[in-house]
Every structure is written in C-alpha cells, then in structure tokens.
C-alpha cells in the first residue's frame, strides 16, 4: 500500500481543516514480495551471535514473521479491500462522552485553557502594589521574547528613496530598507509641509489586506495623521502587497491568502525555533528604527496604531519596544478565553507558542507598557468580541491605576463591524495628538481623492522577491535550518539515553506526563466473525480523553504473549473490515490492537457531524495545543505510552501507516515495551516542512524548536539495534521519496545500526 497527498498546486486554509489528507493507493509487486521474504531469510540466518538483550532469538524469529506480513500484507490489500466503516465497530458516541466524539479534543483543550486563564486571572488579581505590576511586567516581556526565539542582531537597514508622490500639504516617499540581510522591506513615508522642526512619527501596520500598506483604509488614516502634522510610516507586512513570500511562475501568490501564507511560513518557523511573529515584530522594530532615523521626526516621540492583523502588531511592539511612547491597536484587543470561546484561533502570527501557558493574556500587552498611553479602538459588531475588549480594558485600567495614571488608559468603541473605518481612524489619530503633540481637540477626516495602489507601489514589476531577487522567509527558515543541521546529530547521539529522553519529553510537552499510571479501560462490545473476535475497548489516557481500541483475536488463540499495535491513518475502522490489514496481521500475530489516537479516526474533526461553533478544524487544535506547550504530536504521543503501559511486561510490534509515523517513532523510542517498528507512509523527515514551502497538513506534526535538538533520523538512529522498518515515506508535500534521497537522509541511522552488529535489523524501501 502506498500513500498519496492530494495534489494541489496552492495551499488554501481549507486543506488544513480537518482530518487526514492522505489517500490510500493499493498496489501489489511481486518484486517487492520477493525482497521482502529474501530479506527476512537473511535476517533470520544473522541473528545468531548478534547480541541484544531486549529479545530473546525465538522472538526475533517471531518478530521478522510479523514484519514479514507488516512488509507485505498491503499487496494483498488490493485482492482484499476492506469493506467501508460500519456503525458496528464505533466505539466512541455521545452517550460515553455527552457530545459528538468529533468535539473531544476541542473541549478537552479549551478545559486545560480554561484552567490556565482562572489561574492566570487570581494572579493579577493579587497584584495590588506598583512594584508587584512591575515585576510581572519584566516577567512576561522575557518570557515573551523567548517564546519568539529571541531577536537577531540588528544589521545595516540601506535604506532607498524609490518614488515621491506629492499631495495638497504632504508628500509620500516610497521607501526600501531591509529588516535583515537581503529581505526587503516596502513602505510609504507620509511626510507634512513646511514642518517647523522634528515632530512626532508615527508608525503604522497593516492588517490582513491583500493590498497591504495601499489599502484605501489604511492609506487614509495615514493621510489623517500627516495632515494633521505627523510624520507617519505604513509599511507591507510579509504575504501582502510587495512582499508575497511565494510566488508561482507567472509572479503570482502561490498561496491563496495573507492569512495563509503566515500559517505557511510559520509552520518551518516553528521547527527551527522561530515562529511568524518572530519575522513580524522584527519587521516592525527595524520599521520604527528608520521612522527614528529621519530628520523629521522626534525619535523621543513615537507612537503605534494598526487595525486588525495590524492591531496584532501594534499590541505586540507596544508590548516590547518601550520606544513607542503612545499605541491605539484597533480591532483586535479581546481577550484569549472569548477569542477560543468564539472565532477560535487564527493564523500564525496570532498564535505565540506556550502563551497561555505562561498566563500572557490580551490585557498584559497593555499592561507591559503600563503607564504609558494606550488607546484600545473596538467596534461593537467585530467578530473580536466586544465583552472581551472590555473586559480586558478594565482589568488594563486597574493596573494603571496601581501606577498612578489611570487617565493613559482609555477604550473606543463605535458601533459597526470590523475594520479601520472613520471614526476608529479619528480616534486614533486624536490620541496620537494629545499623548504626543499636547494637542487634545476633535479631529475630523475630511473628503480627499485616496492615492491608486499603483501610485504608493514601491517597485517596477509589483513585488520584492522579483525586483530584488532577495530572501523570503522561507529562504530564512531554510537557512536557519542548514545552520542548526551541522552537526546535529553528532551531538543527538553523544547525549547519554536518559537526557535525550528528558529533552524529547520536555519538547512534547510530556515532561510532567499525566498518564505515568495505566489508563482507564472500558469495554464496548465485541463484533464476532467467522474466524476471530473483535473487541471494542476506549482507554482514558487523561482526563476527558478517550482512545477507542478495536483488539483482533482468533477464537482459538492462547494466552497471547505478544501484541501487535497498528495506528492507522484515517483510522482503524478504516481497515478493520473483512480482508483489511488488521485481519491480515491477525494471521501471524497473538492479538492485534489498533486505536485512534486524540483527534484522529473517531474523534477527528469533523463539522458537519459536531455542534460545535465555530466549526472546529485540526488547524485550531494544534494552535490551541501549541498556546499550551503541548504540540498535537506530544499529546498523541502520551496517548499512545498510555497504551503501550497496559502492555507493560508484554513485548509490542508497533506499526504505523502516514501522519501516525512520527508519533509511533517516539513512542518507540520513550517506551521500552517496543520490540519492533514498522513505519509505511511516513514523514521523512521535520528538515523536509522546512524545505518545502507549500507543505501538506504539517502543523500537527509540528514541534516548536525540535530542530534546534534532533530531527526524525536522529531519533530514528537512536532506535538502533531496534528493527525498524520504513516504507514508502513521503516528503512534507506528500509526494513519494526516491530509494536514494531515503538512504541520504537517513545514512546516519545506517550508520548508527552498523556501530550496533545490528545493519541487517534496519530495512529502507523507497520509490524505486
């Protein structure tokens, strides 16, 4: 059997959204047959004299027959589909859990949210001295920034004036500069006439626009500011207007959407230790540093206003960069708890890893800039909710007040939908006059011809990466990623077992594993067939999540001394029918399990089959997952330890189809009772998210900075003498990879295997 992606030449948020993306494809080669059953007759014939404590040679022997059948049994699937999932063999139903199984994981991570943000809000409430809001505030800023991975060293920004657009009393300066080395950044530089010295600047993000800084709404609150005698600096975010990140070959988006191509490149961020916030704020720091680099403007004077994704970045800089003295964020400030309890999470740079787990809440972006002023600009209607921004603002007021300037805190809400409309951009910009210029009066937009987005354009051909020929932030990732590769698994390897399994657990987020006693177990029927029993079991690996189990056994068998556990992408019911690949283990095999890991098979996503609103998407899932230290993968990794206990002093054959690859991988490698791993359809490698941009479904795999400590081969070497077998693994886009690219990339583990007598215990099987 071999597994395909869906082919798809752009990503669109719809992929992500729930279940697995893979396809089954059966194919039968008797070639492969043949290799299979030449290779295990090998095998058997060396193991003597090969030593290993973990097995004895008559369960090696046993154990080469049962990866004889992992090895072959998907060519006979073809001669024997297995029949379509029947209600019989669901184990999950409302009944057991009191709502659709598809809602398991939202509400079991919203519960674990949920206790982070009461204790989170019985801290602040115990602030009750400035030195204690002080003290909270340092914590949280250096918790923040590590999150981010910490900020570069700041590099020349050779700044170029590209254009002038004159207009009645400013001008608009079309601006290049670069944020790092070669990764270009546009903008417009709105500067008033006839200015008696330096005043204030003004800098403005973006939201999620297409159009980015030429957006007419953005384009008119910076004409309102400068008109009104502030130097104002709007600049394109990364995946809008100039600075698309990936372009097809026509020099089109290769990536449907703003939002999108953030999630994308936040994807390899991650991996590396870095995520799309990261490349945001540093775009908006160096963006303020060449504002404060003009002789226009007062570099003691800066402020910081931006709507939606741009009310993102203006709380982020204002929360971190103790240079913008005034920031109005608008459509955006809400809080976490109503922001899941409603919309979910959003994209990429929306979503700091370990945030609610350290307790940073809407209301401490506020607070970490307290007491300078801060202008909170919401609208009634906003799909960010209005009861969150309020009560954010009156927790935000009250640690002002500890301060002693509560009058610097103020909220603004008009009575509309969502976007920088007049009346926020009025708000904003009167707040920018009073904290900034000492002028507190009424502004009022007047009637004025807004600039065509080809006028503010900043380039010939429309886009950066064509203009300039410089670095996406997928180049970033990549190179970032060669960096951390040099060496790494020489120092993987030289780590003693038990410090490689403390640093995979704590990066799983297993570090304090709930489930260290055997889960509950719960029996829920059996289906008979002519040959052999199927018995539906669930197992409670933490509280609140249920693993549903299908166990093969033949009528006759004995007392069985070893198992064999299957995860099956898309499910085990998936293959549990007449014919299927359980019942073809089951011939050689005591007993056979297969369960469904937390929010997969059973309980996958799936919207029309919940009442859950939103409509809850595996792409909310892990960013809930990742808000709490625990990445989808570690949390289905516990599940299955979980498992793995009940079999404690029983040895396991594991075996995995797709997704389920790497989290079968660790397990393999934490749990002792493993005796063998079978890996078909598999990731090859994290290294391979991070060189593919357009990646397939890769966010639940994703472990924040794992790349910084191992990649999937290192752990994979560490397995050695384990027998371990990987088939058909595919690369992050879904697409088969070649025999050789397999033994490049995992020539370390090759070698790993020689250094342990144990060569012949390691088979690799790519596309020939």
Not at 485 to 509: F, N, P, S
Request: aromatic fraction near 6%.
């Amino acid at each position: 059997m071999q597994l395909r992606a869906p082919g798809s030449t752009r990503f669109s948020p719809g992929l992500s959204a729930t279940g697995s993306p893979w396809k089954l494809r059966p194919v039968f080669h008797h070639a492969a047959l043949r290799r299979a059953v030449g290779q295990v007759r090998c095998l058997d014939a060396a193991v003597t004299g090969v030593g290993e404590s973990r097995m004895t040679r008559t369960a090696w022997r046993t154990s080469l027959l049962l990866r004889l059948v992992l090895l072959v049994v998907c060519g006979f699937i073809a001669a024997f589909p297995p029949q379509a999932r029947s209600d019989e063999l669901a184990v999950l139903d409302d009944k057991l859990l009191g709502f659709p199984p598809q809602e398991m994981l939202h509400r079991y991570l919203l519960g674990r949210c949920q206790e982070r943000f009461d204790a989170r809000r019985q801290a602040v409430a115990a602030l009750k001295t400035p030195e204690a809001v002080q003290k909270r505030q340092a914590e949280l800023r250096e918790r923040f920034i590590a999150s981010l991975g910490g900020f570069p060293e700041k590099t020349p920004l050779n700044p170029r004036i590209v254009g002038i657009v004159q207009r009645d009393g400013y001008r608009i300066e079309k601006v290049v500069y670069e944020s790092r080395p070669n990764h270009h950044v546009t903008a417009n530089l709105y500067v008033p006439e006839s200015l008696p010295g330096p005043v204030p600047g003004v800098l403005v993000p973006c939201g999620h626009s297409a159009e980015g800084k030429a957006a007419e709404t953005y384009h008119r609150a910076c004409v309102l500011m400068a008109k009104n005698g502030l130097v104002v600096l709007c600049y394109d975010p990364i995946g809008q207007g100039e600075r698309i990140q990936l372009l097809d070959k026509l020099g089109k988006p290769a990536i449907n959407g703003s939002t999108a191509e953030h999630t994308m490149c936040g994807i390899g961020a991650l991996l590396v230790g870095r995520q799309t916030a990261s490349y945001r704020i540093w775009d908006g720091m160096r963006s303020l540093d060449y504002l404060a680099s003009r002789p226009e403007v007062d570099p003691a004077q800066l402020g910081c206003t931006g709507n939606s994704g741009g009310g993102t970045l203006t709380a982020y800089l204002m929360a971190l960069d103790e240079r913008i003295q005034v920031a109005a964020p608008s459509c955006y400030i809400t809080s976490l708890e109503r922001l899941f309890a409603t919309i979910g999470p959003q994209d990429a740079e929306q979503n700091i890893t370990g945030q609610v787990a350290f307790g940073m809440e809407h209301a401490d972006f506020i607070a970490m800039r307290a007491p300078r002023p801060t202008l909170v600009c919401t609208a009634t209607r906003d799909f960010f909710d209005i009861q969150g921004s309020w009560t954010t603002f009156r927790e935000a007021k009250r640690l002002y007040g500890l301060l002693g300037h509560g009058e610097r805190v103020d909220l603004f809400e008009y009575d509309d939908q969502h976007g920088f409309s007049k009346p926020r951009r009025e708000a904003a910009c009167r707040w920018m006059l009073r904290w900034l210029a000492g002028r507190d009066e009424p502004v009022v937009e007047g009637d004025f011809a807004a600039c065509k987005p080809s006028e503010l354009q900043c380039t010939r051909t429309g886009q950066v990466l064509e203009e300039f020929k410089g670095r996406s932030v997928f180049d970033l990732n990549a190179q970032r990623e060669r960096e951390l590769a040099a060496g790494r698994t020489e120092r993987w390897l030289a780590r003693a077992r038990a410090e490689r399994i403390q640093m995979v657990k704590k990066l799983l987020g297993i570090a304090e594993d709930p489930t260290v006693e055997k889960p509950g177990t719960e029996h829920r029927g059996q289906v008979s067939r002519s040959k052999y029993v199927i018995t539906k079991s669930t197992h409670e690996t933490e509280r609140g999540v249920f693993v549903p189990c299908l166990t093969f056994q033949r009528r006759e068998a004995a007392q069985p001394r070893m198992a064999t556990l299957v995860l099956v992408d898309g499910g085990a019911a998936r293959e549990a029918g007449p014919g299927g690949l359980l019942e073809q283990l089951l011939k050689k095999a005591d007993v056979v399990h297969s369960v469904d890991l937390r929010g997969l098979g059973e309980s996958a996503p799936a919207s029309a089959a919940s009442r859950a609103q939103p409509p809850i998407t595996e792409h909310n899932l892990a960013f809930l997952g990742l808000h709490l230290n625990r990445p989808l993968l570690g949390q289905r990794c516990a599940d299955l330890l979980a498992v793995l206990k009940l079999h404690a002093g029983m040895p396991v054959d594991l075996a995995a189809t797709g997704r389920n690859g790497p989290i079968a991988l660790h397990a393999a490698a934490l749990s002792e009772s493993v005796r063998s791993l079978t890996l078909d359809g598999a990731l090859i490698s994290w290294a391979s998210v991070v060189h593919t941009p357009i990646s397939t479904n890769q966010l639940a795999s994703v472990v924040p900075g794992v790349l910084e400590h191992y990649d999937l081969p290192d752990l994979a070497a560490t397995l050695a003498p384990l027998p371990l077998t990987i088939r058909n693994p595919v690369d992050a886009a879904g697409k088969p990879v070649s025999q050789a690219e397999l033994e490049r990339v995992y020539a370390r583990v090759r070698e790993a295997y020689a250094r342990a007598g144990a060569a012949d215990r390691l088979v690799l099987e790519g596309q020939k």
